[in-house]
């Protein structure tokens, strides 16, 4: 469920971006968000299987590596470790990192680095960001940004047609909303999240104009001066005005100049404050001559609250829930680095491993063998066009025609056998695969300088010239039989159609 309130607070600094745009990026995924998410996928009760949670999910998760690895987004998984804080709305944790560790065998098959964390995957993934390890976090709740992400997509799946994603930066949430990380975190100790139960009733606009309050009055550190609550003495003494002022019975102030005595009296007897022998000034006209102000006891405690009313509010209804809030606890889980950190070689994808892919494919996903390879040969190709397969070279053999696939103009293109592809029919040499025409163009314009040629030149059929090459010449024989054996046919053919004449 993430942080409540924490993208509706990052909304104004939501950018856009297309998943092209993100190709030979590294980006790391919580692996548990995933599960949970493509739990709820629904159960399509025509495909014959009976509703096999494990398998959707396996499907849900292959589907959707599969789509974002094709547009070369180079996937890390980060798995939740045993000393994870425990997620509410989550499951048992012991149970859930189990679930995890049944898919963690699809993704490493499928070449992808899986991690493990000591605790929070999320924490990971901003720690894998933090150093420049990943180039951005894939969450959907947001916790990442807290744990320090310098870049967060969000919604890489919910528009499938546009491909798009949203994205965060830690750069525009310091430019554009003065915020910095420690901001995030006391946004996330206020407010009810997986992690920190927030204190009640304070909502996401209070949190976000307390965060407005302490950079009015000057704090410099929200999160610092959070910690100070239960001792800090300004605040202390502030609560204590703020007890004596309900202790003290305010006089009748004039509801025009707001100086001690009543409107009516003000306007027949005038206001000393306002220095008026007759009526008083009205509080646009008193904004504008500047008289003094109150000094009755009452409006000289009121003045020095007010500037603090939002942050001495929270602060009681915090304290009143937890004397000792905020909790270290929690600003620890958010703030220290707690773990151990790859190579930076070793955050890349590895070749898959097809003997092993296809195997869960056809046992745990269920597909025919077929089908299996309509996905995986095409994305392999795809990841390896895209330059995140390192060390696999593939090699187009020939255009052989333009087709167009989900409204994109394609080319059909022949492609030599991958060396390590140990699965494919020994009968089978090369594959073949649409491949953007525009992708395509850009990688091998010569090879589509040749396919258009040939393209624009006038059919050759029926137009066949005598040729010395003796391979042509063994065509034209080739042709010559088929001439021959459809002779033989029309002769066969003959007497039905003379039966039909006339006689
Ligand atoms: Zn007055
Ligand atoms: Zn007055
Ligand atoms: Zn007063």
């Not at 947001?142 to 546009?162: L, Q, R, W």
């Not at 909502?203 to 309050?213: P, V």
């Not at 009121?302 to 602060?315: D, G, Q, S, T, V």
């Not at 029309?490 to 039905?496: G, L, Q």
């Amino acid at each position: 469920m993430g942080i409540a309130g924490l993208w509706s607070l990052l909304e104004p600094v939501i950018e856009e971006v297309y998943l092209k745009e993100c190709c030979g990026k590294r980006i790391a995924v919580d692996l548990s968000e995933w599960i949970v998410q493509c739990k709820s996928i629904p159960v399509n009760s025509q495909s014959g299987f009976e509703s096999n949670t494990s398998f959707f999910v396996n499907r849900g998760l292959f589907f959707r590596a599969l789509n974002l690895s094709k547009l070369g987004i180079i996937l890390v998984f980060v798995m939740d470790g045993p000393q994870a804080p425990s997620r509410k709305g989550r499951y048992n944790r012991h149970l859930f990192v189990e679930i995890c560790q049944q898919h963690k065998a699809l993704f490493r098959a499928m070449g992808f680095l899986v991690l493990e964390a000591n605790g929070e995957a999320e924490k990971l993934c901003a720690e894998l960001n933090l150093n420049n390890l990943v180039d951005g976090v894939l969450s959907s709740d947001g916790d990442a940004i807290v744990y320090g992400a310098p870049v967060v997509y969000k919604g890489m799946f919910t528009d499938k047609k546009e491909q798009k994603a949203s994205k965060f930066t830690m750069g525009n949430i310091v430019s554009k909303l003065q915020m910095d990380r420690n901001d995030l975190v006391t946004f996330a100790l206020l407010s009810k999240g997986d992690i920190s139960d927030g204190v009640h009733s304070v909502g996401e606009k209070r949190i976000h104009e307390l965060l407005k309050e302490l950079k009015n009055n000057g704090v410099k550190d929200s999160l610092e001066r959070l910690k100070s609550w239960p001792f800090n003495a300004e605040l202390i003494s502030l609560e204590d005005q703020s007890h004596r002022l309900n202790e003290i019975q305010k006089s009748t102030h004039c509801t025009l100049c707001c100086h001690e005595g009543t409107k009516s009296k003000h306007s027949r007897a005038g206001c000393l404050m306002c220095q008026m022998d007759q009526g008083c000034l009205s509080s646009k006209e008193a904004s504008d001559m500047k008289p003094a102000l109150c000094v009755c006891q009452s409006c000289c405690i009121e003045r020095n609250l007010n500037p603090y009313a939002l942050e001495l509010k929270i602060r009681r209804l915090a304290l009143q829930q937890d004397a000792n809030f905020p909790s270290e606890e929690i600003i620890r889980e958010f703030l220290s680095p707690c773990n151990k950190l790859p190579e930076s070689s070793s955050v890349r994808m590895s070749t898959p491993d097809f003997q092993a892919l296809y195997k869960i494919l056809l046992e745990k996903l269920r597909f025919p063998k077929v089908q299996a390879a309509k996905y995986i040969i095409p994305w392999t190709i795809m990841m390896a066009f895209n330059g995140i397969l390192t060390g696999v070279a593939v090699e187009p053999v020939r255009i052989l025609k333009s087709c167009t696939e989900q409204f994109e103009k394609c080319y059909r293109v022949k492609w030599s056998k991958l060396d390590f592809d140990d699965v494919s029919e020994e009968t089978d040499n090369y594959y073949e695969v649409n491949m953007s025409s525009s992708l395509f163009a850009a990688k091998y314009p010569d090879l589509v300088k040749g396919f258009e040629k040939d393209k624009g030149k006038p059919s050759q059929k029926g137009k066949r010239k005598p040729v010395n090459d003796p391979y042509q010449r063994k065509l034209s024989d080739m042709f010559k039989v088929v001439k021959r054996s459809e002779g033989k046919n029309e002769s066969v053919a003959k007497p039905t159609d003379m039966s039909r004449k006339p006689p």
